[in-house]
């Protein structure tokens, strides 16, 4: 059977019912335009993915429901399968749920809506609760998993998880409802490797079931969170079909050739049987419509976007996550705090690319231990950035500061108080700055930094979005001679000043200061910290990698002594697996030290 499917890589936002549900239905006009017989959207497409506590407000619930019929309405002739949610309290969603129905929580759900008509929904049901999700708090879990009948096609349709688990869902509709064409849903975020490893789970699916597969994505930022878009198209042998962009809104529109139901556990029946699989009923679903095939004046379509580096991964996802977080939050414009280091460099051409150089303020602070470099090559990179630059010098207010405090620091040596003044100083600039035009406030602490605290509290800490928040610093300057070096077709051309990208990196809070001073060097501070933070390796774990023990110790002790500061930290996107925050949830108070 010929299907002609289109899938929307959607950038929702959250909350936003009424955008979000004009464009779903803008999207499935374009989809019958092109004649398509089925258009899928992502998971939570209708109120945006994650809406966390939003969940827990019957109105919002109630707001949710109403926006069904309305796109209903715009599904003549066509198959719509929407990612929303549904409440479990109303009577019509208790065959949905099977049996132990909670009133209390709703379900994640998939909307499918055929020739103008409601049909009945499926409802995820494996529902993640690590790392950043937590949706066992929020949802409760689906208990059947119904088997739709399109024509002679059967479609199975599920959320997400549900498709990672070898007997989840998709492997049920397979092998005891005869799904030829799994379409599963997604608010998938990205994280480094995470394209690769989906990719290959989804093809083991296919293989392992001997279906097809329609993995449709969301894209966009929200929070801290970027998704990262990739859907795609399988045949049953687990080869890539077709693969929409990576971190752009998309229409995907194929043209599927799916073989005849296929022989094993299903037996086919005049009835709607529904078959027992591990504790989960497999309804068949009629949906009494059929497309209709060849489409007259309209050829036939397939696309494979190529697959990209792991460097431009990640400087598009970083570029992504700013864009959104300042378009969706209604940001105009951002400041930037330009040093003349490797890290504001990159923040600040990162804030270019997402908003456009008339949008972003750099503004230098020097101070009496400012060298002559940083001054010139923070000149050098706004001009080649193009970028309003300003310049604040705060030596006369740390001195008023300095003779303020003379008589409380009497007979006391210069330590880092004399530094952190200076980084506060600078922090509050900034934020007047924001508070007079509306600007936003963009921090430029790496992930080395913040991870062993080696930042200030309300100093250079102070702003309202972390941009490499999660990126080390060994990875800040490969994205920075990565985009130095860009010659495609996503960005201009732009370099950082060759300085900048060569020299030993300091605070000039003091004299002759380099980063050295405090901590070990970057590649080794990156990889105990790979092994701790992300990895949850203990010291002697990681003393056994070849590592110093004293270093390990002291490392692994700043990392748990500035928890407090995290906690204090802005909200920063995530790009490793496990980042700093909902991913690492560490008590501030906490007395235990890992050994063994």
Known sequence: MMLRLAMVQMNAVVGDLEGNTRTICGWIREAKKAKADVVVFPELAVCGYPPEDLLLMPQFLFNISRMRDRIAKVTKGIMAVVGSVIESDRPAQHSILGSGLDRRKPLNAAWVLVDGQVKRSYAKSKLPNYGVFDEERYFQPGRTSPVYCLGPLRIGINICEDIWFANGPASQQAAYGGAQLILNINASPYHIGKTQSREHMLAVRAKANNVMVSYTNMVGGQDELVFDGNSLVMDSTGRILARAKAFKEDFLLTDLNIPSIRKGKFKRSGKEPEFDADEVRIPMIRMGWTPTWPKSGVPSVIRLTPVIGEMEEIYRALVLGVQDYVRKNAFSRVLVGISGGIDSALTALIARDALGASNVM??????????????????????????????????????????????????????????????????????????????????????????????????????????????????????????????????????????????????????????????????MLDAILQAYVEDNESMNRIVKMGYDSHVVRMVMGMVDRSEYKRRQAPVGIKITSRALGKDRRMPITNRYVSGD
């Open 362 to 523: 750099g503004v230098m602070m020097p101070s009496p231990y400012t060298s002559k470099e940083s001054r010139e090559d923070a000149r050098r990179l706004g001009k080649k950035l193009g970028i309003d630059m300003r310049s604040l010098s705060i030596s006369g207010v740390f001195k008023t500061f300095l003779r303020v405090l003379g008589k409380s620091f009497h007979g006391c040596q210069a330590d880092t108080t004399e530094e952190n003044l200076q980084a506060r100083i600078r922090g509050t600039l900034l934020m007047a700055l924001s508070n007079k035009f509306g600007y936003l406030v963009l921090t430029t602490g790496n992930k080395s930094e913040m991870s062993v605290g080696y930042a200030t509290l309300y100093g250079d800490m102070a702003g309202g979005f972390a941009v490499i928040k999660d990126i080390p610093k060994t990875k800040v300057y490969q994205l920075s001679r990565w985009r130095s070096e860009y010659r495609g077709s996503c960005f201009d051309r732009v370099i950082i000043p060759e300085r900048i990208q060569v020299r030993a990196p300091s605070a000039e809070l003091r004299p002759d200061q380099t980063d050295q001073d405090a901590l070990p060097p970057y590649p």
